[in-house]
């Protein structure tokens, strides 16, 4: 089969011929559908104090339809979006996932498609834990199903902000994961949402999706501005976001930090202390948020449609990931490994 593989940190994806996967006890094995270019990937290939293993596959974010199963739970011809984890060898043998219950907080288990021993889904085939997979409903199209992975970051940060019935909230970057917020923010009953997002197609797909938008965070809360929020999304990752974020929150504001930021920061605690602010760090997601959000994709309650910018073949994923590496108007690229 045809994967895309990482060498070396500076040198572009390489395209390779790989060994199709064979279903081992108690995984699927899918043919790919569509996977996302996650902004992971981006930074996973980018200098770091853990650089990502040469050889690996990258591709978490994935939608397929199932050609081989070796577990009673799947069966050949089901279409499938999967958790992109595996579990350590200790808990491997059970077949149901972590034993603690951690999911992807457990720091023994493994993401597929950012480890060479867990090739992910830039490829033509997949295989996963069966236990991780779940069947996308009739009339979804794998496409949409896609979008599951990023969409349940988003999800996952707006549960934990609390209730947002009837909040001002301000969500601080466009792209996949900030738009995912917005989408949330929405169904969750927030009374407004505003995106401060600098790129000007950017702004347009958070203003498709239901959001006002305003070319800077600051500017969301200059003296002459209307909108206070009461809930701040951080979604850039960014060195000085954070603390621009506490200097905007009002007194006993929330702050949700999603975006990943992968050097040292500096903030003024005292900024927070003063106005006791709440400040939420978030990683990830949970089964059943994956769950909600194939629901709420399946009914028609989020319409996630507008994230996706792009639709490309293997071949011209190295070209287009390096692209993709500069600040542009794509949301959501999607490889589909079949043109």
């Not at 569509?34 to 770091?48: Q, R, W």
């Not at 769950?291 to 449609?305: E, Y």
């Amino acid at each position: 089969m045809r994967a895309i593989v990482f060498k070396s940190e500076g040198q572009p994806l390489a395209i390779e011929d790989r060994q199709t996967p064979v279903a081992q006890p108690g995984d699927i094995v899918l043919k790919v559908a569509y996977c996302g270019i996650c902004g992971s990937d981006l930074h996973a290939t980018e200098p770091s104090p853990t650089p990502l293993e040469s050889g690996t596959v990258l591709g978490h974010e994935y939608a397929g339809v199932v050609t081989q199963s070796a577990s009673p739970l799947f069966a050949p011809g089901d279409r499938v979006i999967g958790l992109p984890l595996r579990e350590c060898e200790d808990c491997r043998p059970s077949g149901t996932g972590c034993r603690d219950r951690l999911g992807i907080h457990c720091p023994r288990n493994r993401i597929i498609g950012l480890t060479a021993s867990e090739p992910g889904a830039y490829a033509e085939y997949l295989a996963m834990p069966a236990h991780h997979a779940l069947k996308v409903p009739d009339g979804l199209d794998l496409k949409l199903a896609a979008l599951t992975e990023p969409l349940a970051v988003g999800l996952h940060a707006v549960r934990k902000a609390g209730s947002l019935l009837g909040a001002r909230v301000l969500v601080v970057g466009a792209g996949p994961i900030g738009l995912a917020v917005v989408l949330f923010a929405r169904a969750a009953g927030a009374r407004e949402v505003v995106v401060a997002e600098p790129g000007a197609g950017r702004r347009a797909l958070a203003e498709k999706l239901g959001a006002i938008v305003v070319e800077s965070a600051d500017a969301a809360s200059a003296p002459d501005a209307v909108f206070a929020p009461d809930a701040v999304f951080e979604c850039v990752g960014v060195p000085g976001v954070l603390a621009q974020c506490m200097r905007i929150a009002p007194l006993h504001g929330r702050i949700v930090v999603v975006g990943v930021c992968r050097v040292e920061d500096r903030i003024l605690p005292r900024v927070a202390i003063r106005k006791e602010l709440l400040v939420q760090f978030v990683l990830g997601y949970t089964r059943e948020e994956f769950a909600m959000v194939l629901d709420m994709l399946a009914s028609g309650q989020i319409d996630a449609g507008p994230m996706i910018t792009g639709t490309i073949g293997l071949y011209s994923v190295p070209e287009t990931f390096e692209k993709l590496r500069r600040p542009g108007t794509h949301a959501k690229v999607l490889i589909e490994p079949g043109l």
